[in-house]
């Protein structure tokens, strides 16, 4: 059996789940975790439907692009990940998606800001947009390397889709649910004419620091592990 096998598991079963519930279609978007200890990550192969795959179609990339275990290619969003980890420490956990709302917002190009405090406890005190460059480019990944300082766990990829990291895997579906939860809510808030309210940003800051605090944890543990 293979070393990395819980992580195929989870990266399986995410990107069943992101497919089963709408937030991507067929091949779309891709799932990653962090391998602990070791300077690679197990993600979704290229082109491949995630309702037809199997643990071991999983692959395990390290983060100088080499190939550690796998048949098939690995996602075309690869260094995006290795980009994410490399600058945000924090993060255990990338999910790329295309959640119909906030893909919404990605065409207008709008950011979705805190409405919610539970929402700003598990992303942040806004969704940013990060700026277009195509799929699987070294422009795309330095877009959201930009993004990245304002540790914020949740992006919106104009004219592409959305990002969400966590400290675990299922911190970052959640992150997926609640941001694409918050788009809806202030799609439609939008619609009504009326200027929709946020919450209040003494609040917005005081729980964001909640959340940069686990954050903060989460590094810490990884510095003393070494």
């Given at each position: 059996m293979s070393n990395y096998e819980r992580?195929?598991?989870e990266v399986l079963r995410h990107g069943q789940m992101m497919l089963s519930k709408g937030y991507t279609v067929g091949t779309g978007?891709?799932?990653s975790i962090r391998v602990e200890g070791e300077e690679a990550l197990v993600i979704t192969?290229?082109?491949r439907d995630y309702g037809e795959l199997a643990p071991d179609d999983i692959c395990v990339v390290d983060f100088g692009l080499t190939t550690i275990e796998g048949k098939y290619s690995p996602s075309k969003e690869t260094g995006l990940h290795i980009a994410v980890y490399r600058h945000r420490p924090d993060a255990n956990a990338v999910i790329h998606s295309h959640p119909i709302y906030t893909s919404i917002f990605a065409l207008i190009s709008r950011p979705v800001p805190a409405l919610f405090d539970e929402v700003v406890m598990s992303i942040g005190n806004v969704t940013d947009v990060v700026p277009y460059a195509l799929s699987g480019s070294d422009q795309l990944v330095d877009n959201v390397r930009e993004?990245?300082?304002n540790r914020c766990n949740c992006y919106i990829l104009q004219n592409h889709g959305a990002l969400s990291i966590g400290t675990s895997i299922g911190r970052a579906f959640r992150s997926l649910e609640?941001?694409?939860k918050s788009?809806?809510?202030y799609?439609?808030?939008l619609l009504t004419g009326e200027k929709p309210t946020t919450l209040p940003s003494d609040l917005s800051d005081l729980l964001f620091q909640l959340l940069k605090a686990e954050q903060d944890l989460e590094i810490e543990k990884k510095r003393k592990r070494g």
């Open positions: 992580y195929k598991q978007g891709n799932v192969p290229s082109n993004k990245l300082s609640l941001m694409e788009s809806q809510i799609y439609h808030a």
